[in-house]
């Protein structure tokens, strides 16, 4: 992932819990770095060692952590120069929902080793939601995406509620279904999918 990346997850441990926490993170996850550079493309398990290392400092789960993440990028990517190009991609969330993948293909441009996740919107009939898709080839991630709706929601001034739809595993990566209508849940197979994520990716000792 993109050093942008921990740099909002840095920005958001220390805004949220204080420097000493992120100090504290940084050291268990096994990391030297002082600070991550934007534009340069880190490792995946980096990430994955930082959100290990978060729930056993913040004591909190993974999927917590991840869903506040999700809303905490939404808002910093905009504060950090990126939130007109977001304003390109829409002017509502149904609309910036059906562009997300124009707005990768977009970020792609400055980012050339971005490895984005797809996203696919349905309109449910009866015009009482979106059930979004979301497909990556990176596992464990799927919380962070009910935080994204979130910070969007704020982003847009619109109240949304959502729910967990099905999680299913193709060749292509892992897919998990958002319906964007009901009260939020949370299901085990997601917390199975990030605690198996987690497992893969170790923290260096």
């Given at each position: 992932m993109y050093g942008?990346?921990?740099?909002?997850?840095?920005?958001?441990?220390?805004?949220?819990?204080g420097d000493a926490a992120w100090k504290q993170i940084r050291d268990n996850a096994g990391l030297n770095l002082e600070m991550f550079v934007s534009m340069d493309s880190y490792p995946d398990e980096v990430t994955y060692q930082l959100v290990g290392a978060a729930t056993e400092v913040l004591?909190?789960?993974?999927?917590?952590?991840?869903?506040?993440?999700?809303?905490?990028?939404?808002?910093?990517t905009a504060q950090e120069?990126?939130?007109?190009?977001?304003?390109?991609?829409?002017?509502?969330?149904?609309e910036f929902l059906l562009n997300l993948d124009n707005l990768h293909s977009h970020v792609g441009l400055t980012f050339p080793a971005l490895r984005p996740p797809s996203f696919q919107v349905e309109r449910i009939a009866g015009g009482h939601g979106l059930l979004l898709h979301y497909r990556s080839e990176r596992a464990g991630l799927a919380p962070m995406v009910i935080g994204l709706l979130k910070g969007l929601g704020r982003r847009f001034a619109q109240e949304i509620d959502i729910s967990s739809g099905t999680v299913s595993y193709d060749e292509t990566g892992y897919i998990q279904s958002r319906n964007?209508?009901?009260?939020?849940?949370?299901?085990?197979?997601?917390?199975?999918?990030?605690?198996?994520?987690?497992?893969?990716f170790p923290q260096q000792k």
């Open positions: 942008l990346v921990n740099q909002a997850l840095e920005d958001f441990v220390r805004r949220g819990f004591n909190l789960d993974a999927a917590r952590i991840l869903e506040a993440f999700g809303e905490h990028w939404v808002l910093y120069g990126y939130g007109q190009m977001l304003s390109m991609f829409g002017s509502n969330l149904e964007v209508t009901d009260p939020p849940r949370y299901e085990d197979v997601a917390d199975d999918l990030i605690r198996n994520a987690f497992k893969k």
